[in-house]
């Protein structure tokens, strides 16, 4: 159960979505959460932590927010890593780490097998597919990896589906869709 604190903090985080109400992906995390019972969760594409912070919840094990906390062309040009880290501390989730950093130099170093992975960062279509390549490998065999905004049909950003249609095969794939359009 999220707390109330939990959900003002994540009701005042800037958002895509616009009005910070996006119950049905505290939902979805948290879900999945109570049945993995994760030792490792990974989320790639911090921004602002509404994910991070979904994923942290309730969550036995680590979760590591890796980004290069810049933004990007889409996002907008800016620095979160000092907001995500009031955040954290504010929520004291003391199973977070920040790393800083771009995925594929972070993943030159990674060794820990991964229960969850969150693929959010840049969402061209050689972007995801990179992420995906590059960390799917370290996903433990009854692990699960969620994509985010792959219900987006924008002609720029909504490129994930093609990802997971065209690379992600070998899984089993369900699709949950919410209040806002998205898939994880």
Same mark, same amino acid.
């Given at each position: 159960?999220?707390?109330?604190?939990?959900?003002?903090?994540?009701?005042?985080?800037?958002?895509?979505?616009?009005?910070?109400?996006?119950?049905?992906?505290?939902?979805?995390?948290?879900?999945?959460?109570?049945?993995?019972?994760?030792?490792?969760?990974?989320?790639?594409?911090?921004d602002?932590?509404?994910?991070l912070?979904?994923?942290?919840?309730n969550?036995?094990?680590?979760?590591?927010? *890796?980004?290069? @906390?810049e933004?990007d !062309?889409?996002?907008g040009?800016?620095n979160?890593?000092?907001?995500?880290?009031e +955040?954290? #501390?504010?929520?004291?989730?003391?199973?977070?780490?920040?790393?800083?950093?771009y995925?594929?130099?972070?993943?030159?170093?990674?060794?820990?097998?991964?229960?969850?992975l969150? *693929?959010d960062g @840049?969402?061209?279509? !050689?972007?995801?597919?990179?992420?995906?390549?590059?960390?799917?490998?370290?996903? +433990?065999? #009854?692990?699960?990896?969620?994509?985010?905004?792959?219900?987006?049909?924008?002609?720029?950003?909504g490129?994930?589906?093609?990802?997971?249609?065209?690379?992600?095969?070998?899984?089993?794939?369900?699709f949950?869709?919410?209040?806002?359009?998205?898939?994880?």
């Amino acid at each position: 159960m999220i707390s109330n604190q939990t959900k003002q903090v994540l009701a005042s985080i800037p958002s895509a979505w616009g009005d910070g109400d996006c119950k049905g992906h505290i939902d979805v995390a948290q879900f999945i959460i109570d049945q993995i019972k994760p030792s490792v969760t990974v989320d790639l594409g911090v921004d602002y932590g509404y994910s991070l912070i979904s994923l942290a919840c309730n969550n036995p094990g680590i979760v590591f927010g *890796i980004d290069c @906390f810049e933004g990007d !062309e889409w996002t907008g040009i800016r620095n979160t890593y000092q907001y995500v880290s009031e +955040k954290i #501390n504010q929520l004291e989730l003391n199973n977070v780490k920040l790393i800083k950093g771009y995925f594929d130099d972070v993943i030159k170093t990674w060794f820990l097998p991964i229960d969850i992975l969150h *693929i959010d960062g @840049f969402h061209s279509y !050689e972007a995801v597919k990179n992420d995906y390549e590059k960390w799917s490998p370290y996903v +433990k065999r #009854n692990g699960v990896i969620m994509f985010h905004d792959t219900n987006s049909h924008d002609t720029r950003f909504g490129v994930k589906w093609r990802v997971i249609n065209n690379h992600c095969n070998i899984f089993t794939s369900f699709f949950i869709y919410f209040t806002r359009p998205q898939i994880f």
